[in-house]
Nanobody
Framework: QVQLVESGGGLVQAGGSLRLSCAAAGFTFNSVSMSWVRQAPGKGLELVASIDSTGTKMQYTDSVKGRFTISRDNDKNIVNLQMTSLEPEDTAVYYC?????????RGQGTQVTVSA
């Protein structure tokens, strides 16, 4: 079955950086798009970024453009999210998701907390 395991979250000051990773198993990783989504306290699920199966097409939500970078390693079945210039508004549980968008299977998530 689909297994997605996120890591790399933590507590960081505003302006800092974090790199999230998601290890994938149970499906043909190099044939599917992948996404990162997040859920802030009291809010709904938000799509952060998506990447196509080859890693050549990426899309970002407006609030993270220029600050976050999604990438993937199809040899290692890993998708990453490099986050820079973090803001308190980025505080959320971050999930990697199967497919392009926020509707696919997700992992257990990793908490990102940005202090002011």
């Amino acid at each position: 079955q689909v297994q997605l395991v996120e890591s790399g979250g933590g507590l960081v000051q505003a302006g800092g950086s974090l790199r999230l990773s998601c290890a994938a198993a149970g499906f043909t990783f190099n044939s599917v798009s992948m996404s990162w989504v997040r859920q802030a306290p009291g809010k709904g699920l938000e799509l952060v970024a998506s990447i196509d199966s080859t890693g050549t097409k990426m899309q970002y939500t407006d609030s993270v453009k220029g600050r976050f970078t999604i990438s993937r390693d199809n040899d290692k079945n890993i998708v990453n999210l490099q986050m820079t210039s973090l803001e308190p508004e980025d505080t959320a549980v971050y999930y990697c998701a199967l497919g392009w968008g926020k509707q696919g299977s997700r992992g257990q998530g990793t908490q990102v907390t940005v202090s002011a």
